[in-house]
């Protein structure tokens, strides 16, 4: 299998940054595995009624049948039975689907909504039940080992890719950063009218959800790098990174290619 990176941390800690120009610097493939999260937050957020039509009324997704049907789903399913459990339905869901069908199915998710909180908070929910983790973990893993001729490894980040997916990675980062410096991060990305005070609450939620779910919990051990990117620039951070990889995979893989 060809060379992954892991890269762990806190949410807002700069480790998709950091994994996506990592990626293109070592000309690896890139996974943000919390996306495969968070689009299974959307389904079941959409699962539950009006969702996208009252909280997204321009993102195009009216209902749930615009996220199903591009992942070949439609057709399988019961959408009116509001009676349904909702977690089951959605892990029966997760045994049909294909690493390509969701590289694909999020492609067609405006970023807006994906990377919005109430999905992050969503997906946090969602990501402490052992069935969803499992198949993702599998599809994670099929990801990594299906990247095409044109990349030499991958790099993946997320919560557990060092401790649960990939624990003989080439090389673990376990990224993170004050608090505070992570909410005003984030809040830099929010539209107009939030306040800090919101942005920190909800990362202090879903931190405490990360750090302290019984399956494959946010933690690190000896075979990580710890990386604070407190008082550091993307610039200083990228640099620390590229040295830390270049230290832990062979000299073949990182010769940058392009
Ligand atoms: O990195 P993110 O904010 O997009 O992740 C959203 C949520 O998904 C996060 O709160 C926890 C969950 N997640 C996870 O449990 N395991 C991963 N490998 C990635 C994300």
Redesign the pocket.
């Known amino acids: 299998m060809k060379p992954v990176i892991a890269i762990d941390g806190h949410?807002c800690s700069g480790k998709?940054t950091m994994a996506r120009l990592l990626a293109q610097h070592f000309c690896f493939a890139h996974l943000?595995?919390?996306?495969f999260?968070?689009l299974f937050a959307c389904l079941k957020l959409a699962m539950a009624g009006d969702f996208f039509n009252s909280t997204y009324p321009d993102s195009g997704i009216s209902k749930i049948e615009d996220i199903s049907n591009c992942l070949n789903l439609f057709g399988q399913c019961q959408w009116d039975d509001k009676s349904c459990d909702k977690n089951n339905f959605l892990i029966e869901l997760l045994e049909e689907i294909s690493v390509h069908d969701l590289l694909q199915a999020k492609e067609t998710i405006p970023t807006g909504v994906l990377r919005s909180d109430i999905v992050?908070i969503e997906?946090?929910i969602i990501?402490k039940i052992p069935e969803v983790?499992s198949i993702l973990t599998k599809l994670?893993r099929e990801f990594a080992t299906s990247v095409g001729d044109e990349y030499k490894g991958s790099v993946v980040?997320?919560?557990?890719?060092g401790t649960v997916?990939f624990p003989d990675a080439n090389c673990k980062i376990f990224m993170t950063a004050d608090q505070e410096i992570r909410a005003q991060r984030r809040l830099n990305d929010m539209p107009a009218g939030t306040t800090l005070k919101e942005v920190y609450d909800n990362l202090l939620e879903?931190d405490d959800?990360?750090f302290s779910r019984k399956v494959?919990p946010l933690t690190f051990d000896s075979s990580y790098v710890l990386v604070d990117t407190t008082r550091e620039t993307v610039e200083e951070s990228f640099a620390r990174l590229v040295d830390i990889v270049n230290n832990s995979i062979a000299p073949s893989y990182s010769q940058v290619s392009r």
């Open positions: 949410g998709g943000d595995s919390g996306s999260y968070r992050g997906a946090s990501a983790r994670i980040d997320g919560r557990d890719i997916v879903r959800r990360d494959a």
